[in-house]
């Protein structure tokens, strides 16, 4: 397949650490094809819930990771399950 000008070919992995019912950093600007990681330092459950993007939602536990992958640009909102003030923002660009 012939990539496109406008492709990402040299994606890169972002990490999100969740870490006392906070996203850090809540927000964060990728590109597409950009992949990230959240990763669960505290000692209870968390989620990543999508708000509207068809992802797989997942609950993730002490020292656990989830990881996604953007293929498409957009702004893709996600929150917790377990706690309102958790949410954060993928700009992908
Ligand atoms: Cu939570």
Redesign the pocket.
């Known amino acids: 397949m012939i990539p496109e000008p406008t492709d990402n070919l040299d994606p890169d992995v972002h990490t999100v650490i ?1 870490e006392l ?1 906070r996203y850090m950093p809540e927000e964060l600007h990728i590109k597409r094809r950009d992949s990230v990681i959240w990763k669960n330092n ?1 000692n ?4 990543i819930t999508w708000a509207a993007a068809d992802f797989e939602n997942a609950e993730i536990a002490l020292n656990q990771t989830h990881e996604q992958v953007f293929d498409d640009r957009g702004t893709y909102y996600y929150f ?4 309102d003030n ?1 949410r954060g923002v993928i700009y992908v660009e």
């Open positions: 969740i019912n505290d209870r459950l968390h989620t917790c399950n377990f706690h958790m």
